[in-house]
């Protein structure tokens, strides 16, 4: 009688790294042909994908998983079909690696090339976003790199799902399954593994709250890509349109108020503040917001509550924003240096001045002139999906997309040249 043996979480790597390699040196033919089988196999097997993802949110509503959660948990028929488009707009996009950044020839003949290489295997740790599994492990794929992906309890029975339809989609143009990796039934401790996985893991990308993120920048051995929880800024100011204020306010909160780029915090020029305040007070309401406001919002909007330095401070995934009246700009940029995550801000304006001081001054991912923060976005900076916003300065910073999934190497090619 054969025992069926199960993969430890260090078989789970070794695995990733063995199939690193066929990945580092696949034909962007290949690749692109393994994401249109992903592509393909995750509407066909959609049906399966909702009935895990159904189990997931029941357990998440026993659970008392909050509605920013919630959402970002649910998937549906709408939100697979644009999974699947994702995919398959990753392979229109050039294939990073062998990519040339720069390169000379030096005095003595030798000639350097500084090219992009896949970084090799890519650890995930993330919570309740079924759709990072698709994402990263798309993105990975198309910049040869193995992924190993810790996708949270809440989201487990959906991300097995996911992962399978990977697995056999990448197999059946004849990569190796194991580019993919789950490591969610590990729990907790098979997290902690992956952070102290130097030498089989490259590079860890946190995605979530600011307690996990804090938690694999502090913990992790393994170099850490820092994404940032969203305390994002929109400053009105003086001569900003109502119009675009109203716009611009409504959609960067209310459109999806449990995403990393939603409204936080909403600055306005004193100036300004009677002329725009009332109305944009009013569409938040309607659209069921709570606001948050200084002294001076509430004596413009009476039913705002009394605002704290914590609301300023949190990310709050849900329809609550928080409102301060600001004599200039220098007070909202330096309200923005305090407070902000540096994620994402913008400024509503119709003065250049304003804006290029604002665009200078502030020190964020991104920063905007007169348009939504939810432009913030992988998908819609052209990337086809995003591994995260990176709120860090060192290797990448902003969305992160295929060219942010390599390194690169110096290649020296000389004629029995020696240093001298």
């Not at 025992?3 to 260090?10: F, G, N, R």
């Not at 959609?46 to 949110?57: P, V």
């Not at 229109?92 to 040339?100: I, K, M, R, S």
């Not at 800024?233 to 675009?244: I, K």
Request: glycine fraction near 8%.
């Amino acid at each position: 009688m054969s025992l069926t043996v199960v993969p430890t979480l260090a078989d789970r790597l070794v695995a990733a790294r063995t199939a690193s390699l066929p990945l580092a040196t696949a034909t962007t033919r290949t690749k692109d042909a393994a994401l249109r089988a992903i592509a393909a196999a995750l509407v066909a097997e959609t049906d399966a994908i909702l009935a895990a993802n159904g189990a997931d949110l029941e357990r998440g509503e026993r659970d008392a998983l909050s509605a920013g959660l919630l959402d970002r948990l649910r998937l549906d028929r709408a939100r697979v079909e644009a999974l699947a488009a994702a995919v398959e707009h990753v392979t229109q996009l050039a294939d990073p690696v062998g990519e040339t950044v720069r390169g000379s020839v030096l005095p003595n003949g030798l000639h350097l090339t500084q090219v992009r290489v896949p970084f090799g295997v890519v650890g995930a740790i993330y919570e309740a976003r079924p759709n990072v599994t698709v994402d990263i492990a798309a993105l990975a794929l198309k910049s040869g790199n193995a992924v190993v992906l810790r996708g949270g309890s809440a989201a487990s029975e959906t991300n097995a799902v996911l992962v399978d339809v990977l697995q056999t989609a990448i197999e059946s143009v004849g990569l190796p399954g194991a580019a993919v990796q789950t490591i969610d039934e590990f729990g907790r401790d098979g997290a902690t593994e992956l952070m102290r996985a130097r030498g089989l893991v490259d590079v860890l990308i946190p995605r979530g709250s600011a307690a996990l993120i804090q938690a694999v920048v502090t913990e992790a051995q393994v170099p850490v890509i820092e994404t940032g929880a969203g305390v994002v800024h929109v400053f009105l100011d003086a001569s900003a349109r109502l119009e675009w204020a109203l716009d611009i306010v409504l959609n960067s909160k209310v459109q999806r108020p449990s995403v990393c780029n939603a409204l936080e915090t909403l600055l306005v020029h004193e100036s300004a503040a009677a002329r725009l305040l009332p109305p944009i007070a009013d569409r938040l309401r309607e659209a069921g917001a709570t606001i948050r406001g200084d002294a001076a919002t509430r004596a413009l909007v009476p039913d705002a509550v009394p605002v704290t330095e914590e609301d300023y401070a949190t990310e709050s995934m849900a329809l609550d924003l928080s409102i301060r009246v600001v004599p200039d700009i220098d007070t909202a940029i330096a309200h923005i240096a305090q407070w902000s995550t540096h994620h994402t801000e913008s400024i509503v304006t119709d003065d250049l001045a304003a804006a290029e001081r604002f665009v200078a001054e502030v020190d964020s991912a991104v920063v905007a002139v007169n348009a939504s923060t939810r432009f913030t976005d992988g998908g819609e900076f052209g990337f086809g999906a995003e591994v995260g916003i990176s709120t860090q300065k060192l290797h990448a910073r902003g969305p992160m997309g295929l060219p942010e999934l390599t390194s690169t190497k110096w290649i020296v090619r000389g004629q029995g040249h020696v240093r001298s």
